[in-house]
């Protein structure tokens, strides 16, 4: 099996970026759909993108589209999230997640996860 380990977070202004990365061993991660998640204090878990298995084919949420890019690299076994014009809402913890299947936007669907890495936009 998988196992994952996002880093990247940091505290950011608003309008700012952070790229946080999503490193793979164990397996190699174009084997699975890889997603990004976030969850803020008292909220759940939103599902933000994901990529495809195999083809790389992406989805995002209208909350983050045009903004968040979802990227993958091969040859590092990696998958990145490129967070441009950040906003204050954008707080929260982010998570990778990848599962052996299509896509989904639902978190329990998703076997195996990173150990979550904070990101703060102050305004």
């Known amino acids: 099996q998988v196992q994952l380990a996002d880093s990247g977070g940091g505290l950011v202004q608003a309008g700012g970026s952070l790229r946080l990365s999503c490193a793979a061993s164990?397996?190699?991660?174009?084997?699975?759909?890889v997603g990004w998640f976030r969850q803020a204090p008292g909220k759940g878990r939103e599902f933000l993108t994901a990529?495809?298995?195999?083809?790389?084919?992406?989805i995002y949420a209208d909350s983050v589209k045009g903004r968040f890019t979802i990227a993958r690299d091969n040859a590092k076994n990696a998958v990145y999230l490129q967070m441009n014009s950040l906003k204050p809402e954008d707080t929260a913890v982010y998570y990778c997640?990848?599962?052996?299947?299509?896509?989904?936007?639902?978190?329990?669907?998703?076997?195996?996860w990173g150990q979550g890495t904070q990101v703060t936009v102050s305004s």
């Open positions: 997640a990848a599962r052996g299947a299509w896509f989904s936007t639902w978190s329990n669907d998703y076997d195996y």
């Open positions: 164990g397996r190699t991660i174009s084997s699975y759909t």
């Open positions: 990529i495809l298995r195999s083809a790389g084919s992406t």
